[in-house]
Nanobody
Framework: QVQLVESGGGSVQAGESLRLSCSTS????????MGWYRQAPGKEREGVAF????????DYAASVKGRFTISEDNSKRTVYLQLNSLQPNDTAVYYC???????????????????WGQGTQVTISS
């Protein structure tokens, strides 16, 4: 049974940083892609950042490009999301997700991933 467990969320001031971690029960390169989604109160879930453990350039949502960085450590079975220059509209529950299917990875905006974590809250105050 695949498990994804997020950690690292919290409450910070605007302009500060956080690093989220996602630990998986499988090595990261057993997935075609891994990434992060977020859902703010009253809003639809949106894709944030995705990487391809077997090779490829990470993808980022336009709203976070240049501020967030996704990375992985296959030996630790962990994916990270570095969040810099945080703003109040980054407030959301952040979910780690993973997928083995190429097509589903390349259409990550649809959110049709097989494996999900429970989410971690990120709250940014102004």
């Amino acid at each position: 049974q695949v498990q994804l467990v997020e950690s690292g969320g919290g409450s910070v001031q605007a302009g500060e940083s956080l690093r989220l971690s996602c630990s998986t029960s499988r090595k990261t390169d057993t997935y075609y892609c891994m990434g992060w989604y977020r859902q703010a109160p009253g809003k639809e879930r949106e894709g944030v950042a995705f990487l391809y453990p077997r090779g490829g350039t990470p993808d980022y949502a336009a709203s976070v490009k240049g501020r967030f960085t996704i990375s992985e450590d296959n030996s630790k079975r962990t994916v990270y999301l570095q969040l810099n220059s945080l703003q109040p509209n980054d407030t959301a529950v952040y979910y780690c997700a993973a997928e083995e299917n190429v097509r589903k990875c390349l259409t990550w905006a649809s959110g049709d991933f097989a494996f999900w974590g429970q989410g971690t809250q990120v709250t940014i105050s102004s």
